[in-house]
């Protein structure tokens, strides 16, 4: 706790137990970790090359043993990288020297053979992110969707006053409401889970060079290929030192989106609840306000709203800057790299707190039925719809002097139609109406999702 107090960043401090889900795939220590896994799964891949005489293929036994190098990696082996690292002035060197003190010295020359740093960070960097994607985010995702359909099919016959530019338009449900977001969040959700990331293995200028030099009869792009796909990554053979980020931009433009339809979400669900249509169940011992005892504010949505501003906006920087790097590479990538689990962090910090405030949420039914009661001026487009078919060129013109600015309520309402000339079929259907019942087939779309 005194520690967490100290932290400069509030996802480290103030906000550390709602994201420490996020540690094992993007801390520091977890950077390390996978840049293990890539060493080490290379050195096995190297000696499972035929055409490399000089290093004989691993038994499954000493295979086993390697991989626990990083399978096994704890927070003393991280300090003692750390350690390393405090003399090398490197962290993937440091790597790779931590790497020599846990195998025979046979070996040592074979670790980190013939590669760039960049080899190693571009899939350490990009698993890292996939990993934290599909592992914590992705989840949490899934269950603020989950909980919204929930909520649109309880609510999808519970009738409520429409706002198109702040004024009152025709009725439609709260469920209804929702479950445009459930269907907004299923597409991006969708491309999440299909997107590919991409990583590259080619040397130092993405020739393999130094590669051909050493084994030239070694067709090193098939190795690259086998190497990156069992990762879980797909290959990319041509690049410059760097990989050039266009699929990870892609995937942080995913995020972004996701922000954007649940920054939505959140304002309405404050504007809902700022109505008083919505309401928010108490919790004991809360305090909404130092000085207002009556309050209970809707925080969650308006957390939320903070973090995906935040998530968005590092988001936004990352996929415009990292596929941008000077003639074959510059170093700007590698410090912007480091923030792609602080922008996951604020993302996913969200979504918690979205849960929270949906958790909390009650309907209104009196505060909704009479903001209904009070706009029965929104079945005009009903009333001129139905003069339209019965061929009145007026219809819309008849309806604005009757309406606009006007006062109307289910007398004048009534009033009005039974002066109209159309079929009585026509005119009892106008009669049947009112704001809580025009809503059309706005409950059978919620079955959609």
Known sequence: MADSLKNISPLDGRYANSVNDLSPYFSEMALMHYRLKVEVEYL????NEKSIKDLPAFSKDEQTRLRKVYQNFNLA?????????????????????????????????????????????????????????KQVYLPALQSVNKELKKLARKYKNASMLALTHGQPATPTTFGKELGVFCARLDRQIDQIKSHSLLGKFGGATGTWSAHMATYPKTNWTQFAKKFIKSLGLTPNLITTQIEPHDSAAESYHQLVRVNSILTDLCRDMWSYISRGILGQKKVAGEVGSSTMPHKINPIQFENAEGNMGIANALLNHL?????????????TDSTTLRNQ???????????KNIRKGLSRITINKVTMATELEN??????????????????????EHLKKLTRGQSINSASMADFVAMLKISD?????????????????????????
């Open 44 to 47: 096995i891949s190297l000696g």
């Open 77 to 133: 082996d991280a300090e003692k990288i750390k350690k390393i690292e405090a003399t090398t002035n490197h962290d993937v060197k440091a790597v790779e020297y931590y790497i020599q003190t846990k195998v025979k010295k046979a070996l040592h020359p074979w670790i980190h053979f013939a590669l760039t740093s960049e080899d190693v960070n571009n899939l350490s960097y990009t698993l890292m992110w996939q990993d934290g994607l």
């Open 319 to 331: 996929a415009v800057k990292l596929p941008i790097s000077r003639m074959q590479r510059d170093l």
């Open 341 to 351: 689990g602080v922008a996951l962090g604020h993302s996913y910090l969200a979504l």
């Open 375 to 396: 706009h029965w001026e929104v079945l005009a487009e009903a009333v001129q719809t139905i003069l339209r078919k019965s061929g009145k060129q007026d219809a819309y």
């Open 425 to 449: 079929t026509d005119k009892q259907t106008l009669l049947s109406l009112s704001p809580e019942s025009y809503v059309g087939i706005a409950p059978k779309l919620v079955d959609l999702i």
